[in-house]
T-cell receptor, first 115, second 114 residues
Framework: DAMVIQNPRYQVTQFGKPVTLSCSQTLNHNVMYWYQQKSSQAPKLLFHYYDKDFNNEADTPDNFQSRRPNTSFCFLDIRSPGLGDAAMYLC??????????????FGPGTRLTVL | GNSVTQMEGPVTLSEEAFLTINCTYTATGYPSLFWYVQYPGEGLQLLLKATKADDKGSNKGFEATYRKETTSFHLEKGSVQVSDSAVYFCALSDQGFGNEKLTFGTGTRLTIIP
């Protein structure tokens, strides 16, 4: 089945220790997104890629970076995690505006704990 | 700008009760509308969608109708089950050029009691 895969599902890191979360997709979608979701809140968009074009949200901290080496993979790098970065991180994909209707497909998420 | 206003939770119902979760929106263009469901510890799953006025989305007994005149997309189910316990998010995607983003409501936590 075509899907969005996130690894690992649970990640524990130490305060200030860099961490990378990964996302892969078999849907061949043009657009990939990274969201941060804290408990009982709606997902907050950090950034998205339209093909190779990177689009950062204005309020995304510099501590968060992303890479998309090819269509299928996208990575979220947190350079120096703080306690406030503990959250669920969700990856999502969508087709481009011309062929899709805005529907996004989400992965299962990675739960990040910062000690 | 775009916004989604969603019924405050949490909502607690008995099994087989009728469910309504209200959702209204503000958008500059002609949005597509979605309901996503999130089970504990999981990502978001698309529950249903509607892409134009008067469309009805339906899935797993849930329904929502795109009402342009009232800018609403209320979620309904005639008889809820314990397995429907989850958080429900209403969302819109504006049809504006180059805009692939979703605007989410705050989410409604639903708990069904046997």
């Amino acid at each position: 089945d075509a899907m969005v895969i996130q690894n690992p599902r649970y990640q524990v890191t130490q305060f200030g220790k860099p961490v990378t979360l990964s996302c892969s997709q078999t849907l061949n979608h043009n657009v990939m997104y990274w969201y941060q979701q804290k408990s009982s809140q709606a997902p907050k968009l950090l950034f998205h890629y339209y093909d190779k074009d990177f689009n950062n949200e204005a309020d995304t901290p510099d501590n968060f970076q992303s890479r998309r080496p090819n269509t299928s993979f996208c990575f979220l790098d947190i350079r120096s995690p703080g306690l406030g970065d503990a959250a669920m991180y969700l990856c999502a994909t969508s087709r481009d505006r011309a062929s899709g209707r805005g529907e996004q497909f989400f992965g299962p998420g990675t739960r990040l704990t910062v000690l | 700008g775009n916004s989604v206003t969603q019924m405050e939770g949490p909502v607690t119902l008995s099994e087989e009760a009728f469910l309504t979760i209200n959702c209204t929106y503000t958008a500059t263009g002609y949005p597509s509308l979605f309901w996503y469901v999130q089970y504990p510890g999981e990502g978001l799953q698309l529950l249903l969608k509607a892409t134009k006025a008067d469309d009805k989305g339906s899935n797993k007994g849930f329904e929502a109708t795109y009402r342009k005149e009232t800018t609403s997309f209320h979620l309904e189910k005639g008889s809820v089950q314990v397995s429907d316990s989850a958080v429900y998010f209403c969302a819109l995607s504006d049809q504006g050029f180059g805009n692939e983003k979703l605007t989410f409501g705050t989410g409604t936590r639903l708990t069904i009691i046997p």
